[in-house]
């Protein structure tokens, strides 16, 4: 046809209006993106919203374990990188509270359940930290088994979540090679050092295979079907097994599961079955350093109250 | 939110003649601070030649799809709206057959 | 730097540890308020600033190194605690908040004038490091006079918690400007190009009328000749953490 008058449809995806949940899920279902100021039905907001401030937290929180080495740092490129890095999670947590915020929930509420105990954040900072080595294990392998979930991630249906994990993901790349360096840095040291990464590898792995947590059954997800993530759980650890596990091996380490193999016919990782009862206990509070990472957290807030209250007057003041 | 808490939006130039690009957000008390924030969450690496910061109250935001995604035909107003394709063949057709006799 | 006599050599040596040491020591109190500093947009800023330290820490003992045919990361792991040349100011831990905004205030504007001077020295690589060091300082200044203004324009309480560590670190400031053993030489060889002495009266002249109207009258203070040598138990836990890992085997590597 050639000078075609046909009307062209707005984009590929139906269109929804304000109040029409079941075309806004239509909507998100096929792609569609969804910005702050948008419409939304409420228990999406809410999923959004829920999945976003543990993100944060997690953030937060994460901040904590590397931090008890931030002025042990044994060289000054590593003094930097390491300083660097933990600025780096500081600054995640504040994107990531922001678009919490856009959702409607104070940033000071959300510490303030965080505080409380009240909202979680991810099972592997509830761990104490031992050596040096923790310090290259954690950049190395804890950021990496995150950015295999906040890959995924960018393509979130929630468009403000999906623009931040962008700039985040490319943030832990950088993480990534730092850790991968402290830890190629000291397997060519000495034995002692080999030893000392071999022991922060043990006691990792564990939180390590739990982090992405259990399998799920995808059809009663929904915050996979509302496009909020894309991957499922056994989705993301089958990945960071692929791309991490020959990685580690090539090092000389030893990865402590006899039963990790790959298996060439279903084309899966087997390995022995996490803890799911550690897991579960760990994200409520009961890990070996939850509450006193909590316990820090509330004393260093606390001791700057006056300062927010100086510069951002009193919080949820009572005159609008 | 706390009373002098105020939202900036940021908008960062990557390099010298590049369109201004919205980046993010940043909390801050009053445009100093905000000034220094902004600098910290998208420009720490280097990567911003330019910062615009503007407090998100002074944005004037349009999304109506009524006012920018009108239904009606407006291809006319794109250069994808031009088929030329099958005219020019038969332009060129015709020139070259006047050509020939 | 065969070009330099012994003494004037000694005398660059000590100055570059001086000053790369203020820098070291400053940037690791500062560095521990990452990730629990007063707000998440603030705790970025103040990493920053930190990492800036350092990192003028490590040229600076990269400088040394090349004087003195020694490691950068030797010099600055490798020593105990009483070689370390860092002005008193720095011997304080990181206290609160009003502490910190008071100690980087003194700091950074003493800094300026140090720095002032130095890109003015005529041993270029000193010059040239000074010139850099200064385009990142004056992002510090802006910074640490944003929140010395807002502290001292705040409630009475808040002021009065400025004050009172303006007034605690005020006498230790001073040893920012302490005489170095070998300045005459320095100044002599253009590479120091003003004394300490004259540096220091620049400063008080410039923060007196700032500092004053908040902490009140402050004493006559001046530099003392154990300005850069005195070390408390807060340096000695500092250098305790971070020489833990720096000080295992010999043939480590990290």
Redesign the interface.
């Known amino acids: 046809m ?7 449809p ?1 984009n590929g995806r139906p ?1 929804y209006e304000t109040g029409d949940a079941e075309a806004f899920y239509a909507h998100v279902g096929t792609g569609g993106k969804v ?1 702050a ?2 419409w939304m039905p409420e228990e999406y907001r809410a999923a959004v919203l829920k999945f976003v401030e543990m993100h944060a937290n997690s953030e ?1 929180m994460g ?2 374990p590397e ?1 008890d ?12 990188a390491l ?2 890095k ?2 780096d ?3 995640h ?3 990531l ?2 678009v919490a ?1 856009d959702l409607g929930k ?3 509420a959300m510490l303030q359940d965080l505080l409380d105990g009240r909202t979680k954040f991810h099972n592997v900072f509830h761990y104490p930290t031992r050596s ?1 080595a923790d310090v290259g294990i954690i950049a190395w392998l804890v950021d990496a088994a995150a950015i295999v979930s906040q890959q995924a991630l960018r393509d979130s249906s929630y468009a403000p979540y999906a ?2 994990m962008k ?1 985040i993901c490319w943030e832990e790349s950088v993480h990534i090679m730092h850790g991968r360096d402290v830890v190629l ?2 397997m ?3 034995d ?2 080999r030893a000392m990464v071999q022991e922060a590898l043990d006691r990792w792995w564990g939180p390590l295979m739990q982090m992405h947590g259990p399998p799920t059954d995808p059809a009663k997800d929904k915050d996979l079907h509302w496009g909020i993530k894309a991957k499922n759980n056994e989705q993301l650890r089958q990945e960071f097994l692929s791309i991490y596990v020959p990685r580690i091996l090539e090092l000389g380490l030893r990865i402590p599961d006899p039963n990790l193999r790959y298996d060439e016919a279903s084309g899966r990782w087997e390995y022995t079955e996490p803890d799911w009862a550690e897991l579960k206990s760990v994200v409520t509070g009961h890990g070996p350093a939850s509450q006193s990472r909590l316990q820090f957290r509330r004393d ?1 807030y606390a ?2 109250q ?3 209250d ?8 009572a ?1 609008a | ?5 105020r ?1 900036w939006e940021v908008f960062r130039q990557e390099d010298e003649g590049d369109p201004m690009v919205h980046a ?4 801050a ?1 009053d445009e100093e ?1 905000a000034m220094h924030y902004a600098r ?2 998208y420009g720490r690496r280097g990567e911003s030649h330019r910062l615009w910061i503007v407090a998100r109250d002074a944005v004037t ?1 349009l ?1 109506d ?1 009524d006012l920018l ?1 009108p ?3 407006r ?1 006319h107003k794109k250069p994808g709206g ?2 030329i394709k ?2 020019l063949e038969a332009a060129k057709q015709r020139a070259a057959s006047e050509a020939g006799e | 730097m065969t070009d330099l006599d012994p003494a004037t050599r000694d005398a660059l040596a000590e100055l570059l540890l001086a000053v790369a040491d203020d820098e070291f020591v400053i ?2 109190w500062d ?2 308020w ?8 603030e ?2 800023a103040t ?2 600033i ?2 800036d330290e ?2 003028h ?2 040229a600076l ?1 990269e400088l040394l190194a090349e004087v003195t045919d020694d490691d ?2 030797r010099i ?2 490798g020593r105990e605690p009483d070689a370390y040349r860092h002005a008193a100011l720095l011997n304080h831990r990181r206290g ?2 009003a502490f910190s905004v008071a100690r980087r205030y003194l700091y950074e504007t003493a800094d300026a004038v140090r720095l002032a001077a130095l890109a003015g020295s005529s041993h270029e690589p000193l010059a040239q490091l000074a010139a850099k060091m200064r385009r990142e300082e004056t992002y510090h200044r802006l910074h640490a006079d944003a929140w010395l203004r ?2 001292a324009d ?2 009475p ?2 002021r009065e ?1 400025l004050a009172q560590a303006l007034r605690q670190l005020w006498a230790d400031a001073q040893q920012l400007f302490t005489p170095l053993a070998g300045e005459a030489a320095l100044v002599a060889a253009g590479i120091l190009p003003e004394p300490m002495s004259t540096m220091h009266a620049a400063w008080t002249a410039r923060v007196r009328p700032v500092v004053e109207p908040i902490a009140g009258p402050l004493p006559d203070a001046g530099p003392s000749a154990e300005g850069r040598s005195t070390r408390t138990d807060d340096f000695l836990w ?1 250098h305790g ?2 020489t ?3 000080g ?2 010999e ?4």
């Open positions: 050639d000078d075609a008058d046909t009307i062209q707005l269109p910005e100021d948008d937060l901040v904590l931090r080495w931030i002025m042990r740092a044994p060289t000054l490129r590593r003094k930097l300083t660097s933990i600025q999670e500081v600054g947590a504040q994107l509270y922001r915020e104070p940033r000071a040096w623009r931040t700039k840095t000291m060519n040291g000495t002692a050092q260093s001791d700057t006056w300062v927010r100086t510069l951002l007057g009193p919080a949820d003041a005159v | 939110m706390s009373t002098n808490e939202i993010g957000n940043v909390n008390p601070l910290e969450f935001e999304d799809p995604k239904p009606f035909d291809s031009y088929i099958h005219k | 940037g690791f560095s521990e990452t990730g629990i500093a007063p707000m998440l947009e705790d970025v990493s920053s930190a990492q350092i990192g820490a490590r003992y950068a990361d600055a792991y609160d908040w807002r502290l705040g409630p309480d808040v918690r500092l953490e971070f833990m890992v720096a295992g085997a043939a480590a590597l990290w």
